[in-house]
């Protein structure tokens, strides 16, 4: 749990046996995650034939990856190795800024990478022209910037709220559901703004999603051969499997009001979309991938000598 007055302080993960933890097997999940998406973005850099649109969009997702576990798990480490663990109200709102902006914009950028995938299998002939460089760019930039500003008015909405007491936040890091529970002042306009975020980040983002592996599916079926189906089945097989994998954490906790925020709910999906989906994802790339793993095979080569 989280306090939030001046200081946010937390017993984090109060039912777990704190004198069983261990300084180096702790942060062991978070360190994996770290090291296998920085692993992802050194091989995308320094392999010229892994600049692709496909491979641009890995690297923007490891990056928000990154920032994403970054901007929780150090004070979320820190409260499992204490009784409690506190945070200044300004650490609270820049763990949420930051948060907020790297969970949106990996949202954004899987339905990007869903189009990414429709070009490639339904458009083969047309791929280079509608994924060009200029237009990949524009994509990415527009994902950042427009998951920036939102998230700017989200944080700003929060900051004018009043917290009395008793300021516990039942959660392992600052959000807005549970800090909007808190409030002592009207939060009409901050839930109008979290509905509105549900219905373009999960509702909108899902379902152009969902038409553009429609249309992938019907294209695969269409082909001919066995090993065509195959071939265009396993370059979009990982990104399927991680658009589940984060969805079904967000429908599962979020795409609700406010009113019906469950603590219980909250916690399991955000260790699921904070921690298991950014661990997997290098996995789920990198195994299923000869292009990445080749890659991955240079750079260690090239640290051994």
């Keep these: 749990m989280v306090i939030l007055t001046e200081r946010v302080s937390a017993p984090l993960f109060s039912d777990l046996p704190v ?31 892994l600049h692709t649109p496909m491979y641009f969009f890995l690297f923007n997702l490891a ?4 920032i994403c576990t970054s901007s929780i798990m150090p004070k979320a480490l820190e409260g499992l190795m204490s009784e409690e663990s506190s945070i200044s109200y300004g650490g609270c709102m ?29 458009h083969p002939l047309h791929y280079s022209t509608m994924m060009s460089k200029a237009f990949c760019s524009k994509l990415t930039t527009g994902v950042w910037v427009l998951c920036a500003f939102n998230t700017t008015i989200n944080t700003g909405l929060m900051l004018r709220l ?14 807005v559901p549970p800090l909007l529970l808190l ?9 109008i703004m979290v509905v509105l975020a549900d219905a373009f980040y999960g509702i909108l983002n899902f379902l152009m999603t969902v038409v553009s592996y429609g249309f992938i ?35 599962y906790a979020y795409i609700s009001p406010v009113s019906s925020y469950s603590a219980e709910k909250s916690k399991l999906a955000g260790v699921l979309y904070t921690m ?20 991955l095979r240079k750079i260690f080569s090239f640290t051994r000598n």
């Excluded at 990056?63 to 990154?66: E, K, S």
């Excluded at 298991?276 to 890659?295: F, H, I, Q, W």
Aim: with cysteine; glycine share 2%.
């Design 19 to 49: 004198d069983q933890l261990d300084e180096e097997t702790v942060p062991l999940p978070w360190k994996l995650q770290r090291e296998g998406n920085l692993l992802i973005i050194l091989a995308i850099s320094f392999n010229s034939g």
């Design 63 to 66: 990056t928000m990856d990154i």
């Design 94 to 122: 820049a763990q949420l800024y930051f948060l907020t902006w790297a969970a949106s914009s990996e949202l954004l950028l899987l339905t990007v990478m869903a189009y990414d995938r429709y070009a490639a299998i339904c």
């Design 162 to 175: 009043n917290f009395c007491g008793p300021n516990i936040v039942t959660h392992f890091f600052c959000e």
């Design 183 to 191: 409030s002592c002042s009207s939060t009409y306009v901050n839930s």
């Design 217 to 251: 599916i019907s294209s695969i079926l269409k082909m001919r051969t066995v090993e065509g189906k195959k071939k265009a089945f396993s370059t979009c097989s990982s990104h399927l499997i991680v658009v589940c994998m984060y969805y079904t954490a967000v429908f």
């Design 276 to 295: 298991l989906s950014p661990t997997l994802n290098p996995l789920m790339y990198t195994l299923r991938n000869k292009e990445v793993k080749a890659a």
